[in-house]
């Protein structure tokens, strides 16, 4: 248990802080988001030399040599991603405004009536990182393929069939609805079986922290615990298990964190900054299992959607924040994928090793895919839980319009893509 005194001590420091500044010496010592901190500043300091081209800068010894591999990719992959921005004619703002508050995305006739108020100027492929930007430089979409190292996918491979037990467990049977948000996710029929026999398919929720679906609370937290709905571990680590399946996801965590640093730097601040307030909150009301499970969480995200051979239709995920980036890394032995993002006109090449990260809210997204064995880990964040930690709500990540002025518009060979048409 963290002593009184040092919440008191947090909770005066950082009653003066600025989230623009670095709220990130206040992480408790003993927390494993201490180590995702100083990775995701390597991070961003190896993506900043790579556009800069400036000498890279050594590793910090609290780097084991096989997560120091692993970020050196993903800082080159994000700065090969900046160096090629795609600006659209759409405002996300507007865009934002003119969609219903829990918008799924699956009523084929409104997203038709929202395509012809905001019609993609024109199709585009897309098969090397890029980022895309909209009307006002406000960034939409980062698009990383060979992002993740062959060793990462190893260890979401290997934890993923360690799931085996949840991912089983999570199928629904009974009436197929597309009706709902939240119905089609785990119904029996939008999965199929897989070809490698240790992989079960599922869909299982990873968090330390949330609100059930349908108990969202938003206000600061209540005096009595027992008044009201409150954040809660979810099902899946409530098990003797929890602390190990959090271990084993270790590494990819630290990655989501080290990739929203460079990507939205104010709400991975932000982020952090709810992380902490939790844990306080966890503490001084006793939450043993929460406590124990944010001290070796790793990721500035809320959770992680664990998705093994599932089939998607086209849709969105209402409770992302418009201004947020859920991250979605992709591994497996499947042929060539293609993920559909319709209303922005754009398709992406999504083979293993791929990131794709946007706010689920904002873009309509689905995938396709040949054939063979798919795994997701989607990484995703509730402003729910910010907002009840009392966590500021942060603006729209913005692409530099001085690098805009450096960097031209990448052109995309359409011929080189028509090999994905052909599933």
């Known amino acids: 248990m963290v002593s009184h005194e040092y919440w008191e001590s947090y909770h005066k420091q950082l009653g003066a802080l600025d989230l623009d500044w670095r709220p990130t010496s206040f992480i408790p010592r003993d927390w494993a988001l201490n180590v995702s901190d100083i990775a995701s500043e390597w991070v961003e300091q190896q993506f900043a030399a790579h556009i800069a081209g400036r000498p890279l800068v050594s590793a910090p010894p609290e780097l084991d040599p096989e997560t120091m591999v692993v970020c050196g990719q993903l800082a080159l992959v994000l700065a090969e991603a900046y160096q090629h921005p795609i600006k659209l004619d759409i405002d996300v703002i507007r865009y934002n405004e003119a969609l219903a508050k829990r918008e799924s995305g699956l009523n084929d006739s409104h997203e038709e009536a929202l395509l012809a108020k905001f019609p993609p100027a024109k199709r585009l492929v897309l098969d090397r990182p890029s980022v895309v930007i909209d009307s006002s430089y406000w960034i939409i979409l980062w698009y990383l393929p060979g992002a993740l190292h062959w060793s990462l996918q190893r260890d979401m491979y290997n ?165 947020g980036f859920d991250i979605l890394t992709c591994i497996g032995g499947y042929g060539h994928g293609v993920m559909q993002l319709t209303n922005l006109g754009i398709e992406l090449a999504y083979d293993p090793g791929v990131m794709v990260s946007y706010s689920g809210r904002l873009v309509r997204h689905s995938v396709q895919v040949a054939k063979g064995d798919r795994i997701v880990w989607a990484w995703f964040m509730r402003d729910s839980v910010h907002n009840y930690a009392r966590t500021p709500r942060t603006e729209y990540a913005k692409y530099n319009l001085a690098d805009f002025a450096i960097y031209h518009l990448a052109e995309y060979n359409q011929a080189d893509f028509v090999q994905y048409r052909t599933l």
């Open 159 to 323: 934890t993923t069939i360690r799931m085996g037990n949840l991912l089983k467990q999570s199928i629904t049977t009974g009436k197929a609805s597309t009706g709902q948000s939240s119905k089609w996710r785990t119904h029996s029929s939008n999965f199929y079986a897989a070809q490698e026999p240790q992989l079960t398919p599922g869909c299982i929720n990873i968090s330390p922290f949330w609100f059930q679906q349908g108990h969202e609370r938003h206000g600061p937290p209540p005096v009595n615990p027992g008044i009201g709905f409150v954040p809660e571990v979810s099902a899946t680590l409530k098990g003797d298990r929890s602390l190990s399946v959090i271990r084993d996801m270790q590494r990819p965590g630290l990655v989501s964190s080290a990739t929203l640093r460079v990507m939205h730097p104010q709400l991975y601040r932000a982020s952090l900054s709810t992380h902490v307030e939790l844990g306080n909150w966890a503490a001084t009301q006793a939450l043993d299992v929460m406590y124990r499970c944010l001290q070796h969480w790793t990721s500035v995200y809320t959770g992680a959607a664990i998705m093994c051979n599932r089939q998607s239709p086209s849709h969105r995920d209402p409770k992302c924040p418009p201004e």
